[in-house]
């Protein structure tokens, strides 16, 4: 305890130091708390929460795929399937402007099981998806797409198709969808794309879940072989390898991410170690001081590498903080929406980072500190004693 | 003493704020210096001497009274001019040397020709004489921590004397140096005073120091209390009363 | 003023301070090199695409290739509208094409990748006049060859020879051509009746580029194709058309500066700790400047140019490190499709990047050179 007043003691002499040091970590660890959130959303679709046991049944050479309709019969009574949905794909912009910014991707579904067939749709409130079943223009739409059109739910749109064209539609809005996996998505139903499009013929994907990723391998190869000769021809991968596949092409933004990290991490431990550094230098006769009354070297050194360890957590959880409540202030509106902030709605950062940031910072004190404190240990009471004298 | 006097003190106090308490550290001062003279000022530290000669080397501002120098007032000038004014008129000398560590000898002393308008040849010529005037010719690219006590004292009044100007004052500059060293620096005062015809205006504690001088000034508790000229051995004293 | 070599010297004599606060600078500078570098390579690989000649067509309502559709009888008419360019036989200099993305595996991996396929006519050599073949030859008409480009081989490490599983044939790869580092480098061409038939495409094409005889003719023909009552097509020159593609990097552009000026901000919070703390061990020198006569600006400037120093030194560094990625070819997707593109640095990266070093020092050195000039000389010596 004795040990902790006086390392607090040591950063309040500084005043200026010590602000300037942990300003510099807690910028650094804002952005690495997104860019981490970034990273950590990926790898957890890759590996885990990516469903083994869930099916993707799409064409099997083209993209964007089309399946006709008669084959879905088929599909979804293979035996094992527990549960089916199905995707059309309806593209357009969402005001006459036309900028592919403003373009919106509407995927055609069954209302009833929307949110046991998807990933990331825990979080959707049930009474929306009651609204879908009851309104049959009715849209969930991604917070996203709200924020940047400035819409309300309840509130009516219509998309410029550019998949179909010359088939408009018009949507009203029943509810909205959490932020993180889509983005620039709204959720309809199939049978007024089938009514709005006229087209009841095709559809563009099916998903299938089994019971357990054992049996979709089975189901998988099964429906492979059952439509090898069929024209067209069916590719059925789990959701996790489809994952895979469209992290894979963003490998090269994903590198760059990792080498800003990096970068990041050694940054703020240059930044922490060269202020400690400092700070152990002007107190080299303390530390003497501190010798000759019988402190052991061990703890002179823990006070050093404490004190950076420390305003690296204080500065890392501040940092976390204020990136949590950026992102979080961004998801519920509270921020002008922009390039900036829309990134949140992809990725918005959970509160459990704020903790995250703490350790980094800590961490990262740990490394700063390392050559201060071998300083410190070095120092020799009678070099300091003699140049005073 | 010749007509005109190189410096004119005319009434000059001093006063600080301490928080809300006033500390005067001068009061009443008149005092005139002649040119080519060696004036020691001694009194107890915390008397006011350091401060009567930041006064008249420009580096602070009387509350009241006026100082001139050489006809021109100088407590009347702001920082800036004043700033410009030192570089040319005065040469600094202080106790703990304050040479640049990372600049050589000779870069030290041709710090403050770099203020003036001057060719390259020309500072080098000046630099040199400087150094040569204060024997350390061959100790041109040394660095102030590869030199003797002494010696860096020496590069201090060459850097002092090397703007050539008509005042020199040098505050405490045998603080820091052994008997021996001491003597030598006096000696070095001494003869810038008698050959160059420089004012020499000196702070010290040291009696040794101040009988070096032509003129004493003891000084306590801010005001002037004796005014000796050593040279005829006459003494004059003067009281101020306290107002 | 104060002598550089003032300045010079004390960086020297707290070298490890120095070059930490630098090697901050370097990180950071090779970091936004990088992601410049990046972003300048696919935009050049976009703009390499255009031929300012060329005008290329595509479905109403689509800006994409992968969506768009259009059926024979609009393709005729297009053909043959005014402006366009005709051969030595006389036949309009237009080339249909049908682009698609095919799912691909390779028979060791059991994961899918894309395969971009572009089947086209003899023309299509004649419209794209920057494609040339580096080795093998080119595919024949109704045969099922192929043609690969450049970045294909790279990425995927065909050779000339191999075989491909697309649809129901066994292609063969018969030549290997390059295009100016443009998007088609990371296709694979094909004839355009072996492919429609294979995916059951007959009379359909995603595209038709027409060839104008100058690029002002071309601006003139999109112009009047767009604007046209009779034929319903999107227009546009090929400059315009991958330009749009690349402005889909707009977002990344800005996250890139974002990430830039964040981490230039720890950074100069760093290089304002390090002046700070050399201004309060040099507090006496300064002092002494200050008695000398020096003026407080000179001190200001002084100060001000060791930052300065610190966050050259360490940009240097960072741009020559970032510049070690110069010319390293990823894949990245850009809407529906994915192109290769070589990691590019060039001049206006290298000025942008040594200024926004020096931007940084001149921030991080600004307050503690104006707490410098703000050295009592007289207290300090005391």
Request: charged fraction near 20%; charge should be positive; proline fraction near 4%.
């Amino acid at each position: 305890m004795k040990a902790l007043l006086l390392i607090l003691k040591n950063l309040r002499r500084n005043k200026l130091r010590t602000t300037l040091t942990a300003l510099a970590v807690i910028v650094m660890v804002v952005l690495c708390t997104e860019a981490a959130t970034v990273l950590f959303w990926v790898h957890q679709h890759v590996h885990t929460q990516a469903c083994q046991s869930k099916l993707l049944v799409s064409e099997r050479w083209v993209a964007p795929s089309c399946i006709p309709t008669r084959y879905l019969a088929l599909l979804t009574h293979q035996e094992g399937v527990e549960d089916w949905t199905l995707w059309n794909l309806y593209t357009g912009y969402l005001d006459t402007s036309r900028q592919s910014s403003r373009k919106g991707f509407g995927l055609a579904t069954r209302p009833d099981n929307l949110i046991a067939m998807h990933l990331g749709l825990e979080k959707l409130d049930p009474a929306a998806v009651e609204a879908l079943q009851r309104e049959k223009t009715g849209a969930i739409v991604s917070a996203d797409l709200m924020q940047q059109m400035n819409w309300k739910v309840g509130q009516q749109f219509t998309v410029l198709s550019s998949s179909h064209p010359h088939k408009d539609l018009r949507f009203k809005i029943v509810g909205v969808l959490p932020p993180g996996e889509y983005v620039r998505n709204f959720f309809f139903r199939q049978d007024y794309y089938e009514e709005g499009t006229g087209n009841k013929e095709t559809i563009t994907c099916v998903w299938l879940r089994l019971r357990d990723a054992e049996t979709a391998q089975r189901v998988a190869s099964r429906i492979q072989k059952q439509f090898q000769h069929s024209q067209p021809e069916l590719k059925v991968e789990t959701e996790s390898a489809g994952v895979a596949r469209f992290v894979s092409r963003e490998q090269a933004l994903l590198s760059v991410l990792k080498w800003v990290v990096a970068v990041l991490v050694l940054d703020m431990a240059i930044v922490l170690s060269n202020s400690i550094s400092v700070a152990t230098r002007e107190r080299r006769v303390e530390m003497a001081v501190l010798k000759v009354l019988g402190f052991e070297p061990v703890v002179i050194m823990a006070l050093v590498v404490g004190e950076a360890m420390l305003l690296g957590a204080v500065s890392g959880f501040v940092g976390a903080a204020l990136a949590w409540l950026s992102s979080t202030l961004a998801v519920h509106g509270f921020l002008p929406s922009n390039p900036a902030t829309r990134i949140f709605f992809s990725f918005p950062i959970q509160a459990a980072m704020v903790l995250w940031g703490a350790l980094l910072g800590a961490l990262v004190g740990f490394m700063g500190s390392i050559v201060p404190a071998w300083n410190a240990w070095q120092v020799k009471v009678s070099d300091v004693f003699a140049k005073i004298a | 003493m010749s007509a005109q006097p190189l410096i004119v003190v005319d009434n000059v106090a001093k006063e600080y704020m301490r928080g809300s308490e006033r500390i005067v550290v001068l009061r009443d001062v008149n005092l005139e210096i002649a040119a080519a003279d060696f004036v020691a000022l001694i009194g107890p530290s915390g008397s006011g001497k350091t401060t009567l000669l930041n006064l008249i080397a420009g580096l602070d501002q009387p509350t009241s009274g006026r100082i001139w120098f050489d006809g021109l007032e100088i407590s009347k000038l702001d920082e800036a001019r004043l700033a410009r004014w030192r570089t040319n008129a005065v040469g600094f000398v202080f106790q703990f040397f304050h040479l640049i560590p990372v600049l050589t000898a000779y870069e030290n002393v041709e710090l403050p020709l770099l203020l003036l308008n001057l060719t390259a040849r020309r500072r080098r010529e000046q630099v040199l004489m400087a150094l040569d005037l204060v024997g350390l010719s061959h100790r041109l690219h040394h660095r102030p921590g590869q030199l003797s006590g002494g010696e860096q004292q020496r590069v201090g009044i060459a850097r002092a004397l090397v703007t050539d100007p008509k005042l020199i004052v040098a505050d405490e500059p045998t603080g820091d140096l052994d008997h021996v060293k001491s003597g030598e620096i006096l000696d070095l005062l001494q003869s810038l005073q008698q050959e160059l015809q420089k004012t020499i205006l000196l702070v010290t504690h040291d009696p040794a120091a101040a009988a070096r001088a032509r003129r004493v000034l003891r000084i306590d508790k801010g005001t002037l209390v004796e005014d000796r000229s050593m040279h005829s051995g006459r003494f004059r004293l003067f009281e101020w009363t306290v107002q | 003023m104060v002598p550089l070599a003032y300045n010079y010297r004390n960086l020297q004599v707290r070298w490890k301070t120095t070059l930490m606060t630098a090697f901050g600078f370097t990180l950071v500078v090779a970091a936004l090199v990088i992601m410049l570098a990046f972003l300048n390579g696919i935009e050049a690989a976009c703009i390499a695409s255009g031929e300012p000649e060329n005008v290329i067509l595509l479905s109403k309502g689509n800006q994409d290739e992968v969506l768009s559709q259009m059926e024979r009888p609009l393709v005729a008419q297009v053909e043959n509208s005014k402006g366009v360019a005709v051969d030595a036989a006389g036949r309009p200099l237009a080339s249909r094409e049908l682009f698609l993305a095919v799912h691909h595996r390779p028979p060791e991996g059991d994961e899918f990748h894309f395969l971009q396929v572009r089947g086209v006519l003899p023309a299509a050599f004649r419209v794209h006049s920057q494609l040339h073949l580096l080795s093998g030859r080119t595919f024949r008409p109704g045969q099922s060859e192929v043609m690969i480009g450049k970045g294909v081989q790279r990425t995927h490490h065909f050779q000339i020879g191999d075989t491909l599983e697309i649809g129901r044939k066994q292609w063969q790869i018969v030549g290997v051509f390059e295009s100016r580092g443009a998007a088609f480098e990371s296709e694979l061409w094909c004839d355009l009746n072996e492919l429609a038939s294979q995916f059951r495409r007959d009379g359909l094409y995603s595209t038709v580029v027409l060839r104008a005889e100058t690029p002002q003719g071309a601006e003139e023909l999109a112009e009047r194709l767009r604007n046209s009552r009779s034929v319903s097509v999107e227009a546009l020159t090929e400059p315009k058309y991958y330009q749009k593609q690349a402005e889909q990097t707009r977002l990344l552009q800005t996250a890139a500066w974002v990430i830039a000026w964040f981490m230039g901000l720890g950074a100069l919070f760093g290089v304002m700790n390090t002046q700070f703390a050399a201004i309060g061990q040099r507090s006496k020198e300064i002092a002494v400047l200050r008695i000398l006569g020096f003026p407080a600006r000179a001190i200001l400037l002084s100060f001000l140019i060791e930052a300065l120093g610190i966050a050259a030194v360490g940009g240097s560094f960072g741009v020559a490190l970032g510049a070690a990625a110069n010319g390293v070819t990823r894949s990245f997707s850009l809407g529906a499709r994915s192109i290769d593109f070589a990691f590019r640095v060039d001049g206006p990266i290298v000025v942008c990047a040594g200024i926004f070093a020096l931007l940084m020092g001149l921030l991080g050195g600004l307050l503690p050179a104006l707490s410098a000039m703000r050295v009592k000389p007289l207290e300090a010596l005391r």
